[in-house]
């Protein structure tokens, strides 16, 4: 699981019958400190309730395929929560 920023939509009038319904969202990766760590993904929004701007958590293969119990979608990355706030505790390390 990871944690990104949306940074867009996407508009697909044609995709595949099994995302029908969902939202697809463009996702900025970012790192414990909040920074952008890789290129931004595409990805399915399963809350229906993410906002360009916001910080989510998501996961990416396998996790995101069966994302849905019984149902399985064509996807790489699924949203499957908004972060209201992340803390670190960081050790000393000698």
């Known amino acids: 699981m990871d944690i990104g920023k949306v940074i867009g939509t996407v508009v697909a009038t044609r995709k595949d019958p099994s995302l029908a319904g969902t939202r697809l969202l463009i996702v900025q990766p970012l790192d414990e400190k909040r920074h952008p ?7 399915v929004d399963t809350l229906q309730d993410a906002g360009i ?15 849905y119990p019984g ?3 064509p996807v790489d990355v699924a949203i499957v929560g908004l972060v209201d706030s992340v803390s670190l505790h960081q050790e000393e390390v000698p």
């Not at 760590?37 to 595409?42: D, E, G, I, R, S």
């Not at 701007?53 to 994302?67: H, L, P, S």
């Open 37 to 43: 760590c890789a290129a931004p993904l595409v990805a």
């Open 71 to 73: 149902k399985s979608m």
């Open 53 to 67: 701007g916001e910080t989510v958590y998501f996961v990416t293969g396998g996790d995101a395929v069966r994302i």
